[in-house]
């Protein structure tokens, strides 16, 4: 009698599994089902060919926006700076920095943040201030009179730069900076062109593993734990289209949660600039805290380099996001 009664349990129990299941299945499917039925929204995003976009490809190329029903264009861009203007024309989602943002919305340009990407911690920098071994450039002090290559001049890595530089006693002034394309900085280093450059990975990789130094993570200098680069889109096309920013964020954590499986790839244990080893740092919800803290921490002085414009910016206004 007494294994009557188990056997009824376990037969019980066993067809309240497949019923749960089969229920998670069905739901499943419905939920395809439904996304195949809805005209996917179009969606054209600029990256820049650097490993801290690399996310949007992979979620391109693993069908993670199509099953959140966005059809992605991605086109690639060489300077962040010059995309604000492009959103609502050529692009819904451009990458940018806070020095970027700031500057376009004081000079009228409609544009919000949207949706964040990468935040720079002591664990895994991936910006470096890089020198020759046999330069003589062992830290700050060191670079007074020299010419540091930036990507950008006003950019948020050079603004790091200066504030690095001040921070540690030396006049920003004393420093000249010239552009330079990531690309081509190595051919510039070693041809004694310019004593430093501003460098990201994975480039940042390849010039340590051709003997160069890297000095200083100069984002470091501003906080532990600092916002990089993120997403803005134009402000009256952000306001109208939440779902789909919201789509957008959730197919990029899905990137992140295949990272982490990864994550133990024999590959990323002796590849410091192995992107997997930076799912840690990704973080796609985007907050106005985090990105006043670039501001607020690098100081008034320096926020004068960011907007050349007497106009005043409303910082709560600068965020919009599901």
Known sequence: MLHNALSS???????????????AVTTGLVHQSYAQTQSPVAIRAAYIPVVTWLPAWVAKEKGFFAAHGLDVTLSVAQNLSTLPGTVGKQFEFVPSTAPDLLKSVASGLDVVAVASEVFETEDNPSTHVIVAKDSGIAGPKDLAGKLIATPTIGGVIHVSVL??????????????????????????LKAKRVDAVESV????????????????????SVGKDVLFPFRISQGAWAHTRLPTIKAWIAALERCKELYHLQRRARSCRSTPSCPKRWCRRRRFQLTALQLSRMRSRCGRSHSRMLVSSDREVDRSKLVVTP
């Not at 990975?201 to 470091?220: H, M, Q, T, W, Y």
Request: proline share 10%; net charge positive; glycine share 6%.
């Open 163 to 188: 504030y690095w530089l001040k921070k540690n006693g030396v006049d920003p002034a004393s420093v000249r900076s010239v552009e330079v394309p990531f690309p081509n900085m190595p051919d510039q």
């Open 201 to 220: 990975e994975p480039f940042a990789g390849v010039l340590r593993a051709n003997g160069n130094v890297s000095i200083a993570d100069p984002l470091l």
């Open 9 to 23: 349990r376990v037969g019980l129990h066993a067809k309240l599994t497949c019923i749960a299941v089969l229920a």
